[in-house]
């Protein structure tokens, strides 16, 4: 399911991690070759991407919310 990107933050091993509006969080590693966001190592890279929808696969298995807004 298709949900938008509301904001970002680190995970304890300082990777990108998108906080969606459904509630739930997704890592966005920029760790090429096998994940090219470059976007996401700049604070307006990032900032450019809110409001871009990903597939959230939690959403699509039911389950709960990891934050709530």
């Not at 096998?34 to 939690?58: A, F």
Request: hydrophobic fraction near 25%.
């Amino acid at each position: 399911m298709k949900q938008p990107i509301i904001g970002f933050h680190t995970d304890e091993e300082d990777h990108w991690v998108a906080r969606l509006g459904c509630g739930h969080n997704q890592h966005v590693r920029h760790d090429p070759p096998w994940q090219l966001r470059p976007w996401v190592t700049t604070k307006s890279g990032r900032e450019s991407h809110i409001g871009v929808e990903l597939d959230c696969k939690k959403c699509d298995r039911g389950e709960p919310k990891d934050h709530t807004g």
